[in-house]
């Protein structure tokens, strides 16, 4: 059975840090272009960063440039996301999912609909 499963999500005061994780079962995630989007309450899902399956090179949405940091391990098989300095406004269940096959990667943001498998979340809650 294919699944993604997200972890590492907590509630932390302001400025504090936090690091998600995203691993599968079923198949491998070294093989895929993968994506953090994020959904708070109300607001529609949105990228937040993307890892290239060719070299590891990131892209990261304006908001959390110079805060959060994407990595793979070095088995390619597990996908982090270093959350520091954070907001309230980071405050939303945040996904990891796999970007569907044929879809461009050079043209971020993606949206939600150029991924294919989606764990089921994890919270993060940024409040004093």
């Known amino acids: 059975q294919v699944q993604i499963v997200e972890s590492g999500g907590d509630l932390v005061q302001p400025g504090g840090s936090l690091r998600l994780s995203c691993t599968s079962s079923?198949?491998?995630?070294?093989?895929?272009?993968i994506a953090w989007f994020r959904q708070a309450p109300g607001k529609e899902r949105e990228e937040v960063s993307y890892i290239f399956v060719s070299d590891d090179r990131t892209w990261y949405v304006d908001s959390v440039k110079g805060r959060f940091i994407m990595s793979r391990d070095t088995t390619r098989k597990t996908v982090y996301l270093q959350m520091n300095n954070l907001k309230p406004e980071d405050t939303a269940v945040y996904y990891c999912a796999t970007k569907k096959f044929g879809v461009d990667a050079e043209k971020q943001p993606l949206q939600a609909h150029d991924f294919g498998s989606w764990g089921q979340g994890t919270q993060v809650i940024v409040s004093s």
């Open positions: 079923g198949f491998s995630l070294e093989y895929y272009g």
